[in-house]
């Protein structure tokens, strides 16, 4: 179940940029008193035409509901209905400047092209159209639905397109989860060598802490395994995305769950209150952990019942992801700088590769990392593999697909690895942490370089690209200066004797 779980997390080594499209805001109104207004997303060319980038320029126009055509031949208009309105029709075969065209002849104040479908950029040619200034934008056909539901039949609405912030808070939240799971992770690696270092002196103890334990290791063997399997599975969620999600979500329910469990009685096993005992399967089972368990269970529960839910879910998913990442942190152990080295190079290669690489295959020139972290062919289902926050700065990303800051548990995971090898370096060899110290300093100066390159870059980016750097020479330098490399490299022989 661990390397099952890690094999997910790694799936998404990826950062999203917020917005992907020419969006914007369409804002409605409905004639009530006080009058109740509701914001929408919108798609539109910016090479059309330049939308207002606040309400105090924004032109309003009476909405017309004509969803009942597609609006591809002038014998669709209605007589009268579409002078100084704002027009919505539905999506149909023919082009959007078609129709915009044939609204624009009619008197249409904008033309609104309802979908059922997700929404895509306009890309028509409009060498043909020079003569169309008709504002044009698609919106989604629930959105329609809704705002009538919401706002009554009478619906006054305009289109306009604030700047997009230059950076927004909610990666300030981003990189304290992250530093903070990672190190946390690290400390609590090192904590349990540092008892596994005082067990070996009594080989009965010894031999009951490593069944405890059921770490697992990775050899550069299985590491390399381990980086095929993923592009194999990355391969197949491209191709089976609405099948494999669900399998996904479910493997995430069970190991966050376990995950959780494994957090917190670490926590309840430091508190000398609540430690009675009852009978069960010839065991003495401690009242506390039973009760844990059962609210481990449920948390994970009402996250798959409510995983949709935007106002508060995302509480409980960054919840259960965090414990996910510090259980995997801690249980998964690199025996030596060597395979920490293969495993997140390998890495780096496979972000870069699905990123960067895989738009020049893809038959819609789209990378297959993206693809899958958007959810392809437009599915509603996400993966459930990131630590997600909603944007703090309002804009027209906060309506469309991306009203969160995501980051990816592999980001966090795999350079994690690395500094908890650090830390039981740092206690097999009594170094004071400058190792740990270090590495995870690295972590954190890879995370603001990734968010620079993101904000400057406005594309998604593979974190991995400038975190797996930052760690690796980081963690070189260190063993370098302290003339210990050969030893940090090959491991220490008590780790070499002693893993499993």
């Known amino acids: 179940m661990r390397a099952a779980g890690l094999l997910w997390a790694a799936l998404w080594g990826l950062l999203l940029p917020p917005v992907t499209a020419d969006e914007g805001i369409l804002h409605a109104s409905g ?32 909405l017309e509901n004509l969803t009942s055509t597609v609006l591809c031949n002038y014998s669709e208009v209605p007589s009268g209905l579409m002078k100084d309105k704002a027009v919505v029709v539905m999506r149909g075969n023919c082009t959007f400047l078609e129709k915009a065209r044939i609204a624009q002849s009619s008197g249409a104040k904008m033309l609104l092209i309802a979908s059922k479908s997700r929404l895509s950029p306009l890309s028509d040619n409009k060498t043909d159209f020079e003569d169309v200034t008709l504002p044009v934008a698609l919106i989604r056909y629930n959105d329609i639905v809704d705002m009538q539901l919401t706002l009554g039949n009478e619906v006054n609405v305009t289109l306009y397109s604030p700047p997009l ?11 304290l989860i992250a530093v903070f799971t ?43 395994l381990f980086v095929v399997i993923c592009c194999v599975m990355l391969v197949l969620l491209y191709f089976f995305y609405k099948w494999l999600v669900y399998v996904i979500i479910s493997v995430f329910c069970l190991a966050s769950a376990m995950s959780l469990y494994n957090c917190l009685a670490a926590l309840i096993a430091e508190i000398p209150f609540g430690q009675c005992r009852i009978a069960c399967c010839n065991k003495n089972i401690e009242v506390r952990l039973i009760f844990l368990a059962v609210l481990c269970i449920a948390a994970a529960v009402v996250w798959a019942v409510f995983r949709n839910e935007d106002r508060w879910a995302w509480i409980l998913q960054d919840i259960l992801g965090v414990a996910f990442c510090l259980n995997f ?14 495993l997140l190079g390998l890495l780096l290669l496979y972000d870069v590769f699905f990123v960067f690489i895989t738009p020049f295959i893809t038959k819609n020139g789209a990378s297959i990392m993206v693809e899958v972290a958007a959810g392809p062919f437009g599915n509603s289902e996400k993966l459930p593999v990131v630590i997600r926050v909603p944007r703090l700065e309002y804009s027209a990303s906060t309506l469309c697909d991306m009203p969160f800051s995501l980051l990816g548990f592999g980001d966090i995971i795999v350079p994690g690895l690395l500094v908890a090898y650090c830390r039981r370096f740092d206690v097999q060899t009594s170094s004071s942490s400058v190792y740990y110290i270090s590495c995870t300093i690295a972590y954190a100066v890879g995370m603001v370089l ?44 008590y780790q070499v004797g002693w893993m499993p």
């Open 31 to 62: 004639n009530g008193v006080p009058p109740v207004t509701k914001d929408y997303c919108i798609i539109y060319n910016s090479n059309w035409i330049s939308l207002p980038k606040s309400l105090d320029n924004a032109t309003f126009g009476t």
């Open 165 to 175: 912030p230059e950076f927004d808070c909610s990666m300030v939240v981003i990189f």
């Open 182 to 224: 990672v190190a946390l992770g690290g400390y609590w690696s090192g904590v349990a060598e540092l008892e596994n270092l005082k067990a070996i002196a009594s080989p009965e103890e010894r031999e009951t802490r490593r069944k405890k334990e059921e770490n697992v290791t990775f050899t550069p063997v299985t590491v390399i």
């Open 329 to 342: 942190i801690k249980t998964l152990k690199m025996p030596n700088f060597k395979s920490c080295v293969i």
């Open 450 to 493: 990734t968010f620079v390159v993101l904000a400057l870059m406005k594309m998604g980016q593979p974190a991995l690209l400038y975190l797996v750097p930052c760690t690796l020479i980081t963690s070189s330098f260190v063993a370098w200066r302290r003339k210990e490399m050969k030893k940090f490299w090959k491991g220490s022989s």
